[in-house]
């Protein structure tokens, strides 16, 4: 995302999913990402966030995130 906003980026489109398997060795769950987005102020209608996960759990997590923090008018 940083790589992406130094090259003039915009707007993002983040279908997540919340066990990241594989790469959970990169970060853990998708959640952390929900919270560095938060953390850093990217919680604007720039950053629209999709959820895919299975993981019921995960999910209410991430949702109740993005209910509480984001902008209201995404």
Partial sequence: IENAEIDGITNFVLDLDHDLGDYSYDGGDAI???LW???TGRNN???K?????AN?????NMQSLI???WNKDI
Avoid: A, F, Q, S
Avoid at 49 to 53: A, M, N, P, S
Avoid at 56 to 60: I, K, L, Q, Y
């Fill in 32 to 34: 952390k990402l929900v």
């Fill in 37 to 39: 987005l938060i953390e």
């Fill in 45 to 47: 209608d720039n950053y």
């Fill in 67 to 69: 209910d509480r923090y």
């Fill in 56 to 60: 019921p759990v995960g999910r209410e």
């Fill in 49 to 53: 966030i999709y959820l895919h996960t």
